[in-house]
């Protein structure tokens, strides 16, 4: 069954400190993966994919796929990164569907 | 401006009350999706459109229905509301590989 965990509801760091948010995900196909994020009182935006290998607000993610992971990487964090982010797998024929994780809130404290 | 609209923002209602959520985008997307999603917790699909007269149910069982009439439009119901319902309901529009843009999301609370 296709599936996204995000194992840390809530990720507490120093502002300047690295960050990581970690997604697995569960494909026996070849996944599309991506970053979704939710600024406060804000839409839900697309963040990064995995298959464009950019770096977006200094954040970056590598697909892992022996350890079926997408992890979201920055390494110096920024109060204005607090919100919450929520990884997503498609891969589903060409329905366009997207499985979202349970997310995780990152908090930045000055 | 292209953009996805949903109105209304909030809307407090008593149970056994019909309504209806509305969804429009100016993006000229083809595919289109409600999700809902409970205060800090994850989105699920409830429903979803390839295009026009196109509808399909998502992955979590929902007792609304949808219609596509209009690419543009695609309008949830829910025929009697029960307390149950209260939650976030967001809809998102995209072309085929995945990305999608969402709305501001109406916020539902049934009394």
């Known amino acids: 069954a296709q599936r996204v965990t995000q194992p840390e509801k809530l990720l507490s760091v120093f502002k300047g400190a690295p960050v990581e948010l970690k997604c697995n995900y569960s494909y026996s196909g070849s996944p599309e993966l991506f970053w979704y994020v939710q600024y406060s009182r804000q839409r839900l935006q697309l963040l990064l994919r995995h298959i464009s290998r950019e770096s977006i607000k200094g954040f970056t993610a590598d697909l892992n796929k022996g350890e079926t992971s997408f992890h979201l990487k920055k390494p110096f964090a920024q109060e204005e990164d607090s919100a919450m982010y929520y990884c997503a797998l498609g891969g589903s024929s060409n329905t366009g569907k997207l499985i979202f994780g349970q997310g995780t809130t990152l908090q930045v404290k000055p | 401006e292209a953009d996805i609209y949903q109105t209304p923002r909030y809307l407090v209602i008593g149970t056994g009350k019909k309504i209806t959520l509305e969804c429009s985008q100016t993006?000229?997307?083809?595919?289109m999706y409600w999700y809902q999603q409970d205060p800090g917790m994850e989105l699920h699909l409830i429903h979803y459109?390839?295009?026009?007269?196109?509808?399909e149910k998502g992955d979590l069982s929902s007792e609304s229905t949808v219609s596509r009439i209009r690419t543009e439009h695609f309008p949830l119901t829910l025929e009697s509301a029960r307390p149950s319902h209260t939650s976030q309901y967001l809809c998102a529009s995209g072309w085929g590989n995945y990305e999608q843009y969402f709305g501001p999301g109406t916020r539902l609370t049934v009394t």
């Open positions: 993006m000229g997307h083809d595919k």
């Open positions: 459109s390839y295009g026009v007269n196109s509808t």
